[in-house]
């Protein structure tokens, strides 16, 4: 018989042992990790088979991203209301119904709307299993141990994600993807119907006081900015009409937004966020990350695919080299703040290093033909750098915040990570490496000409190949420019993106400069709150009693974005 955990999550039937009730949800939780309405690694295999264009498929992407990021203020009101099993339930079946749409409809509003809800139900069924089995990943409430534990299951996930994907399109095509989730959230829902039992630790408290038009305001301009970001470059930006309306209408929301957090009495987003240090530093930070990052979504897709000629699955393996790094990301953080109580400055600085020396070795390995085994330590170096940055920079802002701005600051950080941040980034590179292509095009193209010895003989052997096959002369020296100016092109993009990664790689140096100069605030080991402070400091009535709330460990003055559901026995 197996010892019992020293803390029972209660929200399962008797006969449910400790153990089992502990990987019920773990389980859960990478499930509903792995889940979206919208799976990236598929990208092209959507795009060639729906008609959509590839920003139509980012911006379903985004809009996921858009409800997660919303949906972080309201979690801890839902979970006081509601009892676990009513919450898991109602998340899966968010996701299986929205995955099934996703499926059968090619209607871009109705998908659209579809991936914001399905982004709101994926973030409150991972809420809920993560602070469900909180007290058993650290049961002295260790903010460093516990936001270690949840990012690496949070972008180990991202990546186990990726290689699924990959498996199912090459098995059949994207839509096993949809469908294997939607399986695998029936098979847990009916598990979870089956073995979990009404239960409430405290007394239930209303959805009362929650800013209602803050939340859609929120939405709406995230949504607006995703699309500015997301087409301005397909679109040419201000030549469009779309981009100019879209433009007009994210100042209008923008303003409606300010003006309901100066004046409304419980505003979604409190504007007192402004005076926190660590979350504006924060937020300046994760820019610097989400820059850094950009490379790894705009040079390398095209770069395995074009020059490599990696197909899905050789691309998706080089994952595994990322879960490495974050793996090892996750591990340092957790014993440098948790066991060293060590200062948060080195902990920063190993994050942007990573990602710079990342930048730096794909800027020297950059060439038509390389060994795929090269390209595993610059991945494995991202993985490590955006799992040191994202638990770094969250136990950072959590230690200043107090608790019932601490959603609002997970917001704040999700706005700039998973929103619009990547977006932005992309964006950002995406203009810079067309303007570097534009030039060296040019710069190379201006060589081809008849005096050119090199051109001459490309274009002549390229001929007379074309016509060995059976063309006549004026195909085949038509064919012939065509593949002349096709190297041109493959080689103004060789060189363009390694100008891009020697710029980001300065980027990173200055970025590590300006840490190195800055004070942070020290680490103090700071620990999650009961659940008693928690609902103490967020009921709107006050109303809560003592003697609903089961004991639990000793409490401390610090505050976390994620909180238990387990009660001691």
Known sequence: MNPPFKYRIGAFKAFMPDWARFTTLLLALLLFQVSGAVYLGLLMEMVGDTGFTTEDVKMLAGASFCGTTVMFPLLFRLKFRFMSKQLLLAAGTVVILGNLVMLQSRCLPLLLATSFVVGMGTLLGIFECVSSIQLVVTPTRNLAVFFSFLFLCVLGSIQLSGLLSAYCAD???WRRMHLTIVAAHTVVLLFLAATMRPFRFMKKMPLYGIDWLGLALW?????VVNFILEYGRRLDWLDSEAIR?????????????????M????????????HYRNLRVGFVLYIGMQLLLAPSNVVLPAFTGAFLHYDLLHSASLNWAVLGGIVCGAALCRHWLASCNGAFKPLVLA???CLTASCLLLHGLIAPSIPKESLYLPFALRGAGQAILFISL??????????????????????????IGGTFANSVTSQLLEYFYKGH??????????VDSLANSLQQGAAA???SHGHSVEEAWRGATGMLYGKVHLQAMLVSWKDLLAWWTLLGVLIMVGIAAYRYVRHTGRHLPTMLQMAARLNPLRTLTRSQHTPAAAPAPAAAPVEPATTAN
């Open 171 to 173: 098995a059949a095509d």
């Open 219 to 223: 939405g709406a301009l995230l949504l």
């Open 245 to 261: 309306a879209a433009i007009a209408a994210a100042i209008v929301l923008g303003a409606c937004t300010w003006l309901r957090m």
């Open 263 to 274: 004046t409304a009495r419980r505003p979604y987003l409190s504007p007192s966020l402004l």
């Open 351 to 353: 994050g942007f290093f």
């Open 394 to 419: 969250n136990v950072y802002m959590a230690s200043q915040l107090p608790f019932a701005q601490v959603m609002s600051g997970v917001m704040v950080f999700g706005i700039v990570r998973t929103a």
């Open 441 to 450: 095009r040019m710069v190379l193209g201006q060589g081809l000409d008849a």
């Open 465 to 467: 190949n074309i016509a």
